[in-house]
C-alpha cells in the first residue's frame, strides 16, 4: 500500500478505467441514485457505444469485498427505464397537480429558477424559501450549501421529530461530542486482518436488520463475517429475522419500548456490579445519578413493559456485560419514537459503563477523513440568517451534529406564516407525499399554496406531481462524476461516469451552476471536478488523481479520548463540557430537558392509551426493508418490482385467525388518524399475535399521475400525526395501535 499524509490507498490489480473481453471497465463505488447509505465498491461494464451492460463487485474494495445486493446488480434497468425524467421541464402554478407538463432547455430552467428565487429573496428575504433534501447520501452536501449560499438557514428533511440517524447523531454529539459506530475493521484497508483489531465477543443488533437495510455505511454482510470468527450476536426486534434466527438470543420488543429495555438491562449490570469501574471513575460523568434513575426500572417491571420475559432481559443485560469486547449495532426504530434522544442515551450508556468505548472490538469515532460534510458552507450563513433556522429557539439541540431546521415547526409555520411567512421551496432527492413525511395530506395543504417549488429528482414522483411548477432530471451515479467522503466508515470515494442518458444532470453540476448564479463567490469553481479537487486538496491528489487509487484510508488509531485526540485543547477527556461521557448531561439540562435517561410510553399505546385497544387492538411497527426498494425508489423497476409487487402487512397466523383474514387479502390498516391499503401476509416471523408489520413509501408509479399514483390510499404516514419529543427529535412512526378489515368491493 502507498501512504501519503497520513492516508492508505489501497494496491489495485488494474487501473480504475480498463477494457474486458470487448466491453470497457470502470470502477467506482454506488452512492445515489439510486442507492442507498453504503457506497459499495462496483465494477461498470459499458459497451462500444457506451451503453452501461452490466454491474458487478469489485473484490478489490475493503468495503463490500465484492459482494453487492441486486439493486446495485439491477442498475442497467434503472438506468434505461422508460419512465425516466429526460428533460427540464415546467408547468403554470394554476396545473400543480396536473400532467400539464412542458419541456424546456436547461438555460431556460436556469434563468427562471435563478429570477424567481432572487425576486423572493429581495421581496421575502432568503430564510423564506426551504432547502428540502430526503436520505442524502453523496448528495446532501450540495443542497446544504446551496441553501446557506442562498442565504436560508432553512435546510433540512420533511420527517417529523428528524426521526432518522438524525436523533442518534445529536444524542451522541451532546452527550459525548462524537458519533459512534460498532467496530467490524472498516477503518482499516486491510479489514480483519489488521492486526491492531479484535473480533468483538457481543454485538447487539438492535433494531436494526443490517443485511437488507443497509444502515449508516454499515455493510449487514460484515456481521457474519465477524459470526465465522466467533462472535455472537443478541438481536432486539419484534420481528425474526434471517439473523436473529442464528443469534445467541432474540428480544422481541413491543415497539416503542426500547428506553424501558435499555434502562432494564442498565439496572442489571449496576445493581450485579458489572460495569467497568474503571472506565467509570476516570471517563464519565453522572454515573451515580444513572445508578439511582435505573432503579426505578427492575427486570420484571420491563418485562410488562416491554412485553419480553424478564429472563431474557437479565440474560442480554449479563451476556453483554461479562464480554470482553462488545458494541451495539442500532437502526432508526431507535430514532422513531417521540421520546428517542433519553432511548439512545440509555443505549448508548450499556456501551460506556462497560468500558466498551474508544477500544478493538467495541464502539469506536470514525475519523473525519476531511472536515467536509454536513458543515460544508455553513460558514456562509450570518448570524443574523442563522438565528431564523426554523424551531432553533425552541429545540437549541438542533445545534448539535447536522444544521437543519425543525420539520414539526416549519408545517406548523407554512400554515400559520408565523413568524414569517414561507414563500418558497427546493426538493431534491425526497419524496414526503409517499415516504417521509407525516400526514401527508397536512403537509400537502401546508405546502400547496408556497409562491415557488422546484423538484430535483430521477423520475415523477407523487410529490413532484402534486406540488412543483419546475422538475429537473438527475442523473444515475453512472452518468456522473461524484466524490464520497464519510457516514460510518471514513473513506474517501469516487464515482465516476460512464454513460449519458437524456439530458440529466448531476445534482452536483445542477446546485453548481444555480448556486453560482445566486451567490459567485460561494461557488467559484469552474465545474464539479474542480470543486472536488478544492475538498480533497489536504489529500494531495486531485478528483482525477484520486480515483486512480481511491478508496482512501486516513490512518487509524485507537484510544483517542487518552491521546488527547478528541477535544480542541488536546487534553484527554471527550469533547463534552465536562471532558468526560455525560450519562447526566449538561447539555440536555441546559436545555431545560432531564438530563438522564428515561422511558416515556407512546402515545397512543398500550401502556398510555389502554381503553383504545378495543377498537385498535394491534401494535404497527413499519418501514421493514425488503431486498428491491430502498425507500420509494423502484416501485417502478420491473424485476425489482416482481420481488415485491403489492405493499405488505405481515400479520401473525393467530391475528389472521381471529380476524378470519388469509393471505392475499387486501386490507385497510386504519386508526383514529386515517388508513392504507395493504395486502396480506401471514406469517410466523412476527413473535407476537399483538404486532403487524408494514413496509413503508409505496406509490403505484404505473397509475394516473394525476391521481398522485395512488399514493393517497397507499401511504403507511397517513396513521402518522407530525409530532415530535421534547428536544425536537423523534416521531412515533412505529409504535402505533390499529385495527384491519377487508376492503369492500370495488375497493
Known amino acids: 500500500m502507498d501512504e501519503k499524509r497520513s492516508y492508505v490507498f489501497v494496491d489495485h490489480d488494474k487501473p480504475w478505467r480498463y477494457e474486458e473481453d470487448g466491453l470497457t471497465v470502470t470502477r467506482g463505488s454506488a452512492w ?81 429558477i435563478e429570477a424567481r428565487l432572487k425576486d423572493i429573496r429581495e421581496r421575502y428575504g432568503a430564510e423564506s424559501v426551504l432547502f428540502m433534501q430526503g436520505t442524502g447520501r453523496d448528495i446532501a452536501t450540495w443542497i446544504s450549501r446551496l441553501a446557506w449560499s442562498y442565504g436560508s438557514p432553512n435546510y433540512g428533511f420533511p420527517l417529523s421529530g428528524l426521526a432518522c440517524y438524525l436523533p442518534r447523531v445529536s444524542g451522541m454529539y451532546s452527550t459525548t461530542g462524537s458519533f459512534w459506530v460498532c467496530d467490524c475493521s472498516q477503518e482499516f484497508p486491510d479489514r480483519y486482518d489488521n492486526p491492531a483489531y479484535e473480533v468483538p465477543e457481543v454485538m447487539v443488533l438492535w433494531g436494526n436488520n443490517p443485511i437488507v437495510s443497509n444502515s449508516d455505511g454499515f455493510f449487514g454482510h460484515w456481521v457474519i463475517d465477524l459470526m465465522k470468527r466467533g ?15 442464528r443469534a445467541a438470543l432474540q428480544l422481541p420488543i413491543r415497539p416503542g419500548t426500547d428506553a424501558a429495555l435499555a434502562l432494564g438491562m442498565l439496572n442489571v449490570i449496576v445493581n450485579e456490579d458489572l460495569y467497568d469501574h474503571d472506565f467509570v471513575d476516570k471517563w464519565t ?18 418485562a410488562n413493559i416491554t412485553w419480553i420475559p424478564e429472563e431474557k432481559i437479565v440474560q442480554a443485560a449479563r451476556r453483554f456485560a461479562t464480554a470482553e469486547r462488545a458494541c451495539i449495532q442500532w437502526g432508526l426504530a431507535v430514532d422513531m419514537t417521540r421520546e428517542a434522544l433519553p432511548a439512545i442515551q440509555a443505549i448508548a450508556a450499556l456501551t460506556q459503563i462497560t468500558g466498551n468505548i474508544d477500544r478493538p472490538g467495541g464502539m469506536i469515532i470514525p475519523p473525519e477523513i476531511l472536515f467536509y460534510g454536513g458543515g460544508f458552507g455553513a460558514d456562509l450563513l450570518s448570524d443574523e440568517q442563522t438565528a431564523k433556522r426554523i424551531g432553533l429557539e425552541k429545540y437549541p439541540l438542533l445545534k448539535f451534529g447536522f444544521a437543519t431546521l425543525q420539520p414539526d415547526e416549519m408545517v406548523k409555520q407554512m400554515e400559520t406564516g408565523d413568524p414569517y411567512a414561507l414563500h418558497g421551496m427546493w426538493m431534491q432527492t425526497t419524496n414526503p407525499l409517499a415516504c417521509m413525511g407525516a400526514d401527508p395530506d397536512r403537509f400537502y395543504n401546508a405546502a400547496k399554496d408556497l409562491d415557488f417549488i422546484v423538484g430535483v429528482d430521477l423520475f415523477m414522483t407523487p410529490t413532484i406531481m402534486a406540488l412543483a411548477d419546475y422538475v429537473l432530471p438527475a442523473a444515475t451515479y453512472p452518468e456522473r462524476d461524484g466524490l464520497r467522503i464519510g457516514d460510518g466508515p471514513q473513506r474517501g470515494e469516487t464515482i465516476n461516469k460512464v454513460c449519458q442518458v437524456g439530458e440529466c444532470k ?43 487509487v481511491a478508496p482512501a484510508y486516513p490512518q487509524y488509531v485507537y484510544r483517542k479520548h487518552e491521546k488527547g485526540l478528541l477535544r480542541p485543547d488536546g487534553q484527554p477527556g471527550f469533547n463534552t463540557p465536562t471532558g468526560r461521557i455525560e450519562l447526566w448531561s449538561t447539555q440536555y439540562a441546559g436545555a431545560g430537558l432531564d438530563p438522564l435517561p428515561y422511558f416515556e410510553e407512546p402515545e397512543p399505546g398500550p401502556g398510555s392509551t389502554p381503553e383504545l385497544l378495543e377498537e385498535y387492538p394491534l401494535v404497527l411497527t413499519t418501514g421493514a426493508r425488503n431486498w428491491g426498494m430502498f425507500h420509494s425508489e423502484h416501485r417502478n423497476i420491473p424485476r425489482l418490482r416482481a420481488l415485491r409487487p403489492d405493499p405488505i402487512i405481515e400479520v401473525h397466523p393467530d391475528t389472521a385467525l381471529d380476524l378470519g383474514l388469509r393471505d392475499g387479502d387486501w386490507v385497510w390498516v386504519e386508526n383514529q388518524r386515517g388508513r392504507a391499503k395493504r395486502r396480506v401476509q401471514v406469517t410466523p416471523v412476527l413473535l407476537d399475535p399483538r404486532f403487524c408489520s408494514t413496509d413503508h413509501a409505496w406509490w403505484l408509479p404505473e397509475d394516473d399521475p394525476e391521481d398522485l399514483f395512488g399514493v393517497r390510499d397507499l401511504a403507511i404516514n397517513n396513521l402518522v400525526p407530525w409530532t415530535c419529543g421534547k428536544s425536537g427529535f423523534g416521531s412515533n412512526y412505529k409504535c402505533m395501535l390499529v385495527k384491519l378489515y377487508r376492503l369492500e368491493d370495488g375497493e
Not at 100 to 107: H, K, L, M
Not at 287 to 301: G, I, T, W
Not at 527 to 545: A, W
Request: charged share 35%; hydrophobic share 35%.
Open 231 to 245: 462472535m455472537e450476536i443478541v438481536v432486539v426486534d419484534p420481528r425474526m429475522t434471517w439473523l436473529g434466527r
Open 506 to 548: 448531476s445534482d452536483m453540476e445542477i446546485n453548481l451552476e444555480l448556486g453560482r448564479r445566486l451567490n459567485p463567490d460561494a461557488w467559484p469553481w469552474a465545474d464539479v471536478k474542480e470543486m472536488f479537487s478544492s475538498i480533497i486538496g489536504e489529500t494531495g491528489y486531485s478528483f482525477d488523481e484520486l480515483r486512480e
Open 32 to 112: 445515489s441514485g439510486p442507492g442507498c447509505h453504503l457506497g459499495c465498491g462496483v465494477k461498470l461494464y459499458t459497451d462500444a457505444e457506451g451503453a452501461l451492460v452490466k454491474v458487478e463487485g469489485d473484490r478489490e474494495n475493503p468495503f463490500n469485498q465484492g459482494r453487492l445486493c441486486i439493486r446495485c446488480l439491477d442498475l442497467p434497468e434503472v438506468v434505461y427505464n422508460d419512465r425516466r425524467l429526460l428533460h427540464p421541464m415546467k408547468r403554470d402554478r394554476a396545473d400543480r397537480g396536473k400532467d400539464a407538463w412542458r419541456r424546456i432547455s436547461w438555460d431556460e430552467a436556469y434563468d427562471e
Open 285 to 302: 460523568y453522572g454515573f451515580d445519578k444513572l445508578a439511582e434513575r435505573v432503579q426505578d426500572y427492575p427486570p420484571d417491571k420491563v
